[in-house]
């Protein structure tokens, strides 16, 4: 595609209730990143993958976090019984190597309500 | 966690000025990025500086990297109001070669 896409923009979960969000990065891009971006704040790093393997989620902060890009393309992070610290926007970017310009998408924000 | 911190965190500008903005952080890298995002939009990429380059230039805007003390700068020259927005600077580390680190930006107004 022309540029990253996530969908859905908006995302309102009631508490406990599971979400996935979903990144279709540029075609042909290996790398594929995802962020959490609080108000006011910088985006903070969450995984990393490189085609399908996952190489870095030493930021997911906890074990309701789980991200997968199976085939190496699309990604999807999923959120398990979702809490109200974990409203934010989740950014995707995807790249063609590790060490480059990213190119990132619009951002899915999700609220907890 | 966040590698980068950008100086000042905000900064209030007119029109036809310059606005200079500053990042440091804490480990060796092999570039250094700066990103603009407008108000509830992604982020777009500026500028990338690697770190064997000292300046940069494209269009208004001029970045400085400083290796020994770990800084850079970002300059946007003959600012407009269409420049409001936050800054970031952003660095992978050089050994581990991990995704890109943010610092928590500059929020940049320019008033006409």
């Known amino acids: 595609g022309a540029g990253v896409s996530q969908s859905p923009r908006y995302k309102v979960a009631k508490r406990g209730q599971d979400v996935a969000l979903r990144c279709d990065p540029i075609?042909?891009?290996?790398?594929l990143f995802w962020y959490q971006q609080a108000l006011g704040q910088g985006p903070e790093f969450l995984t990393y993958?490189?085609?399908?393997?996952?190489?870095?989620k030493s930021g997911l902060p906890s074990d309701r976090f789980f991200a997968e890009r199976p085939e190496g393309s699309v990604s999807t992070l999923k959120i398990q019984r979702t809490q109200q610290e974990d409203s934010a926007v989740y950014l995707c970017?995807?790249?063609?190597?590790?060490?480059?310009?990213?190119?990132f998408g619009q951002g899915t924000r999700l609220t907890v309500v | 966690s966040q590698q980068g911190e950008e100086d000042p965190q905000a900064l209030s500008i007119q029109e036809g000025e310059n606005a200079t903005m500053n990042c440091s952080y804490k480990t060796s890298i092999n570039n250094l990025q700066w990103y603009r995002q407008n108000s509830g939009r992604g982020l777009v990429h500026l500028i990338l500086?690697?770190?064997?380059?000292r300046e940069k230039h494209s269009g208004r805007l001029r970045v400085t990297l400083d290796t020994s003390k770990k800084s850079s700068s970002l300059l946007i020259t003959a600012s407009r109001a269409a420049d409001t927005a936050s800054y970031f600077c952003?660095?992978?580390?050089?050994?581990?070669?991990?995704?890109?680190?943010f610092g928590k930006g500059t929020t940049l107004s320019v008033s006409s």
């Open positions: 500086i690697r770190s064997n380059e």
């Open positions: 970017a995807s790249s063609l190597g590790v060490s480059g310009t990213a190119f």
């Open positions: 993958f490189q085609n399908e393997a996952q190489l870095d």
């Open positions: 952003a660095t992978d580390e050089r050994q581990a070669g991990t995704a890109l680190i």
């Open positions: 075609s042909g891009h290996v790398s």
